[in-house]
């Protein structure tokens, strides 16, 4: 055989057609995926902040890929980027009221360029045959098996890496705190890599991944993680057992969410749980800072505080915002008043 032969038949089997008809990726871009998957969950872990790092690298370099491959670029998903549009030109015009409209700006760009990267690996993981998929989805599995094993690893050896990492001393506070961040991107992604697992191995065998994640974060401070890991189990049931009813809950969950959070942190204020002994300390102010967020609301319902304006309210009141457990906090600990504070009755709709 030739050299021109022999190249064309590697490329044929490089191309050949997936089982949905769809033509393989060329091995650059599988890697791509391979190794955005296995690094997403440990980037999470060890550095939450390098997550945006890595979902830009992973577009630029599909991008890049796909270029070279096909010389276009996939057209993103038309409702998502419509949706992610709408919400962006709000988040652009209520910076103009907030307390620092150039930062503002500039911080929607940035968020911006975050929703199109994200547009851009969804419209590109969509046009992927389905071996590449499923080769993807296997290394998200590792991923986060690897993570969860690294998280295991530092809850039981004293959290030796991240005193490392951060140069954290063995007696200053809860080293385990600064793994909340990647415990919530776990539980996250452990639902998506659940259903890889159920494809392949069946139900059973499915949920033994976010059992296993369960039994972690139990040890770790983040009771969000596991709440929300928890929620995402009851859905998932739900949307298993029937799809359509599955889309019903995590639209009503969310809608509920950015309607009754108000609601709910008002009652909470009124009932006292701000001074609630049973609470943890973190828990029971953050009554206090739900309420306070609850009254700003009240006072601009209707466009809100202005994008990031979170950040800057307690320039209104500087003498609260100084003392001990005040109520003014550098956000509001919570995404639903986060929405209603900043972009109002107008930001909800968008979101």
């Known amino acids: 055989m030739t050299p021109d032969a022999q190249t064309q038949t590697r490329t044929n089997d490089r191309h050949v057609a997936g089982p949905a008809g769809a033509e393989a990726a060329p091995g650059r871009l599988a890697a791509v995926f391979a190794a955005f998957a296995i690094a997403l969950p440990l980037v999470a872990i060890v550095a939450a902040q390098g997550v945006v790092v890595v979902l830009l690298a992973a577009a630029v370099l599909a991008a890049l890929a796909v270029w070279s491959w096909r010389r276009r670029l996939p057209w993103p998903d038309r409702g998502l980027a419509v949706a992610l549009g709408a919400l962006l030109v709000w988040c652009a015009a209520a910076s103009l009221w907030g307390f620092e409209p150039a930062r503002s700006l500039l911080l929607t760009l940035r968020i911006g360029a975050l929703f199109a990267a994200a547009?851009?690996?969804?419209?590109?993981?969509?046009?992927?045959?389905?071996?590449?998929?499923?080769?993807?989805?296997?290394?998200l599995v590792a991923g986060i098996v690897i993570g969860l094993g690294l998280m295991a690893a530092e809850a039981a050896f004293g959290f030796p890496l991240d005193r490392w990492l951060h140069h954290t001393p063995?007696?200053?506070?809860?080293p385990a705190v600064a793994l909340n961040r990647g415990a919530v991107a776990l539980a996250i992604l452990c639902w998506p890599a659940a259903a890889v697992l159920r494809r392949r191995f069946g139900r059973r065998v499915s949920f033994a991944l976010p059992a296993a994640a369960l039994l972690v974060l139990s040890f770790l401070s983040s009771l969000s993680a596991g709440v929300g890991l928890i929620a995402g189990g009851v859905t998932a049931l739900v949307a298993s057992l029937h799809p359509r009813a599955g889309r019903i809950v995590l639209v009503l969950a969310t809608v509920g969410a950015l309607i009754g959070s108000p609601l709910a942190?008002?009652?909470?204020y009124r009932l006292d749980w701000e001074d609630a002994g049973w609470l943890p300390s973190s828990a029971a102010h953050r009554v206090a800072i739900w309420n306070y967020t609850v009254e700003r609301i009240a006072e601009k319902p209707l466009v809100g505080w202005g994008f990031d304006a979170a950040r800057y309210m307690k320039r209104l009141d500087p003498e609260t915002a100084a003392k001990p457990n005040s109520p003014i906090a550098l956000h509001p600990h919570n995404a639903a008043l986060q929405v209603l504070l900043e972009l109002g009755i107008v930001g909800v709709l968008a979101a």
């Not at 547009?119 to 389905?130: C, F, P, Q, T, Y």
């Open 119 to 139: 547009l851009l690996l969804h419209g590109i993981v969509g046009a992927l045959d389905d071996r590449t998929r499923r080769r993807f989805g296997d290394w």
């Open 170 to 174: 063995q007696s200053r506070g809860d």
């Open 265 to 268: 942190a008002k009652q909470l």
